[in-house]
């Protein structure tokens, strides 16, 4: 064996025999710093500041984007809002519901005259709501829980496979508001009819 090779395994046996001892030893950390820069890195510090400048960053981009959304949400919130109450307001002479339409035109043109035919009589139903306002509430009640039943048949449209029974159940239904309103304004009369007879 020659001097070279003994000379290794002696400093291979000697590193295993005492290699507890140097792990607990670490370079100083600016020592790492000089090789770096050597290397060409920055040092540890300055990599640290631009991940927290694009935190930052990201933070505020997703404050700007939820102030913009909530803002655009609000605008279009409101102007629909306004749009139905100027709709209620003046009276729409157009009533073609263009879901109903794209389905069957013929039962959209009878939806459209339905509806026509009860705002005109819900228009003279509210002019008993100053004079008798619990009756008012009463015979408007009756008929909300009838619309509202017609909305939700209206809302199951697209999904409904099905859409002749269902256009069919929305006419039968607005035909029970009008029934109702009619019943109601002859109820009115009858009440209206002492009250004239007396004076």
């Known amino acids: 064996m020659s001097t070279n090779e003994q000379n290794s395994k002696n400093l291979e046996r ?3 025999d005492n290699r507890e001892a140097f792990d607990h030893l670490e370079p100083a950390p600016m020592l790492w710093d000089k090789v770096g820069a050597t290397v ?3 040092p540890q ?3 640290s500041r631009v991940v927290r400048m694009s935190w ?3 933070a505020v981009a997703a404050t700007l984007f939820l102030a913009l959304a909530g803002t655009l949400g609000y605008m279009l919130y409101r102007n629909s809002a306004e749009e139905v109450r100027s709709s209620q307001v003046a009276g729409r002479t157009d009533h073609v519901d263009s879901l109903v339409s794209q ?3 013929q039962y959209a043109k009878l939806v459209s005259q339905f509806t026509e035919v009860i705002e005109t009589k819900q228009t003279e139903l509210r002019k008993i709501e100053k004079d008798d306002p619990a009756l008012y509430q009463q015979f408007s009640g009756d008929i909300h829980k009838l619309d509202s039943a017609y909305h939700v048949l209206r809302g199951t449209l697209n999904a409904n496979p099905n859409t002749e029974q269902l256009l069919q159940a929305m006419i039968s239904n607005l035909q029970l508001q009008i029934d109702l309103l009619n019943q109601q304004l002859t109820v ?5 009819e002492p009250k004239t007879q007396k004076i």
């Open 103 to 105: 389905i069957d035109p």
């Open 45 to 47: 510090l300055k990599n």
């Open 56 to 58: 930052v960053r990201w």
């Open 14 to 16: 000697f590193v295993r």
């Open 188 to 192: 009115i009369k009858k009440i209206k």
């Open 40 to 42: 060409g890195e920055q």
